[in-house]
T-cell receptor, first 115, second 113 residues
Framework: AQSVAQPEDQVNVAEGNPLTVKCTYS??????LFWYVQYPNRGLQFLLK??????LVKGSYGFEAEFNKSQTSFHLKKPSALVSDSALYFC?????????????FGRGTSLIVHP | EAQVTQNPRYLITVTGKKLTVTCSQN?????MSWYRQDPGLGLRQIYY???????DKGDVPEGYKVSRKEKRNFPLILESPSPNQTSLYFC????????????FGPGTRLTVT
């Protein structure tokens, strides 16, 4: 079975400060890891993914994420937050082989960036 | 434009009245899935399909049916809706390529009274 934990329901950060949204996962074997963002009244949009290789993955809108195999984590980061980054963020995991190829999502973390 | 479409976007219905939410994708994706999103519970998978005529249950399949007769379409059927199925529903599709991301529809907000 595969699962994702996003330990924070909400993250608050001031504009211009760095932000981190946490994600840990559990999966048999190696993972594919994803981050998605959901703006109000919209569907989820893909931000970035880890497949293999470099542990630091860069994605859309200046976001990046760091894969840490020993800690089974895939935290989302951005050096300087913008008010427009305020949204709901979902982490997802999928096994690279066997089982379902459909990812499992976390519960989501609401990011609020204050002006 | 590559996209996943859902209809209707908003629906208010009464308990027991059968309904169908349609989902269509124009990217020739093999994989399609349905999720429901509820406050505090995040995104939960209802059903998924890995190809035409191949469907499987997700985490919360009770009260739902799906079919995959064509590659592009994956309708969600509620035979006898109940108030606990009031939720925001998303359809998604992806190709089976290694690590391919999902493309999501805009969502259908369903209210069952």
């Amino acid at each position: 079975a595969q699962s994702v934990a996003q330990p924070e329901d909400q993250v608050n950060v001031a504009e211009g400060n760095p932000l981190t949204v946490k994600c840990t996962y559990s999966v048999s074997g190696n993972p594919y890891l994803f981050w998605y963002v959901q703006y109000p009244n919209r569907g989820l949009q893909f931000l970035l993914k880890y497949i293999t290789g470099d542990n630091l993955v860069k994605g859309s809108y200046g976001f990046e994420a760091e894969f840490n195999k020993s800690q089974t984590s895939f935290h989302l980061k951005k050096p300087s937050a913008l008010v427009s980054d305020s949204a709901l963020y979902f982490c997802a995991v999928r096994a690279t082989s066997g089982g379902s190829y459909i990812p499992t999502f976390g519960r989501g973390t609401s990011l609020i960036v204050h002006p | 434009e590559a996209q996943v479409t859902q209809n209707p976007r908003y629906l208010i219905t009464v308990t027991g009245k059968k309904l169908t939410v349609t989902c269509s994708q124009n990217m020739n994706h093999e994989y399609m899935s349905w999720y429901r999103q509820d406050p505090g519970l995040g995104l939960r998978q209802i059903y998924y399909s890995m190809n035409v005529e191949v469907t499987d249950k997700g985490d919360v399949p009770e009260g739902y049916k799906v079919s995959r007769k064509e590659k592009r379409n994956f309708p969600l059927i509620l035979e006898s809706p109940s108030p606990n199925q009031t939720s925001l529903y998303f359809c998604a599709s992806s190709s089976p390529g290694l690590g391919d991301e999902q493309y999501f529809g805009p969502g259908t907000r369903l209210t069952v009274t």
